[in-house]
């Protein structure tokens, strides 16, 4: 194993090499009895959102996952199913398998239907939390799909117009596949800032900035303890709110989902599953003639206006993503010692003391 101190990277201690972060997370899930394959799966969905940037859904949720997991309230794709078929649309049943394991075989499934008919839908019931949205888009896109992917959570937002929490953060990812870019590659949170962000942020004993989230007395705060016992705010005010609904409202309609406000907390409540829905679309876009060569060229466009003060050149969504990602492959990847004790600790707590050893040794170097 190798990690390396370094320049302070999102104010990050230390860079950690990719495969060996990897390697860590796919063992712990493993000895609590994932089968590999599911095991490899959520680690790289994991592992993927810390070399893109979004640490809050990467290597910090190893830890919760491995509780529930040894709670018997997530598990391995065994037991995944599918409860109906028509034509390009599907449904499947994940029996409450760990949500990045069950996705990524649901959003295989949407592009074999649109290897098919041209365009596929599944959505996937009785998941837990699937990690960051951006990945089964960008997966989709990567091999030459458009793709959509939304998913609701459990209740962590207040809906435009009230302060009590009622909606999940939930989110929408859309890709596009490029000839001669990166793909493009949107990933939201319908909350101005996602809820592991909230977490990160508590986790690491930091303020988060005004505007986020109200305290449970229903005032605004920057305590992130006050704003994971209050309620966080919808981006656009009404069109946040309003998008994160129509999510929710599809999962527990397509995919038979618990409606957020009846869904377990990941975090909280360990006397029941989550039950949370997932929906992914895939279109093969050559169906319908293509223009690839033009989206490119309007990538090109977009990247020659001028840039704003402050900013050293005009991006599309994904593209500084992947950017990083290359970077951090050949870098490492930036962990927080608070990050890595936690996970220490967990595997302590559940027995796994070579693994602890593991985590600790990779804080000591």
Request: net charge negative; proline share 6%; with cysteine.
């Amino acid at each position: 194993m190798t990690s390396r101190s370094g320049p302070s990277v999102d104010d990050a201690d230390l860079l950690i090499d990719a495969e060996d972060l990897a390697s860590l997370s796919q063992e712990c899930f493993e000895r609590l009895g994932v089968p590999a394959q599911d095991a490899r799966a959520v680690t790289d969905v994991l592992i993927d959102a810390n070399l893109h940037g979004v640490p809050s859904h990467g290597f910090q949720r190893v830890p919760i996952y491995m509780r529930r997991v040894h709670a018997g309230l997530a598990g391995g794709t065994e037991r995944l199913s599918v409860v109906s078929q028509s034509g390009a649309l599907c449904r499947m049943d994940a029996h409450h398998a760990l949500g990045p394991a069950a996705s990524v075989k649901a959003v295989d499934r949407s592009l074999a239907l649109a290897r098919e008919f041209g365009v596929g839908l599944v959505a996937i019931g009785r998941s837990t939390h699937f990690g960051p949205a951006g990945y089964y888009a960008r997966r989709a896109a990567h091999a030459g799909f458009v793709s959509v992917v939304m998913s609701n959570a459990v209740k962590r937002m207040a809906p435009y117009g009230a302060v009590d929490a009622f909606l999940g953060t939930n989110p929408l990812a859309i890709a596009i596949p490029l000839a001669d870019h990166d793909p493009f590659v949107l990933d939201m949170s319908t909350s101005t800032a996602a809820q592991g962000r909230i977490t990160r942020a508590k986790l690491l004993d930091e303020p988060i900035s005004e505007g986020l989230a109200l305290g449970p007395d229903g005032q605004p705060t920057t305590d992130p303890g006050a704003a994971l016992a209050g309620s966080l705010l919808p981006v656009g005010g009404p069109k946040g709110s309003g998008l994160a609904l129509a999510i929710s409202l599809l999962a527990v309609l397509l995919a038979g989902a618990e409606s957020d406000d009846q869904m377990g907390s990941m975090y909280k409540d360990f006397d029941r599953p989550q039950d949370s829905g997932h929906i992914f679309v895939a279109i093969e876009p050559l169906r319908l003639g293509g223009a690839e060569r033009r989206l490119d060229e309007a990538i090109e466009r977009l990247g020659a206006l001028r840039p704003a003060e402050g900013c050293s050149e005009v991006e599309y969504p994904g593209q500084a993503g992947a950017r990083l990602a290359r970077a951090r492959l050949s870098d490492g990847v930036p962990i927080r010692p608070a990050e890595l004790m936690d996970a220490a600790q967990t595997c302590d707590a559940l027995g796994l003391h070579d693994l602890r050893d593991r985590a600790v040794a990779l804080l000591d170097r």
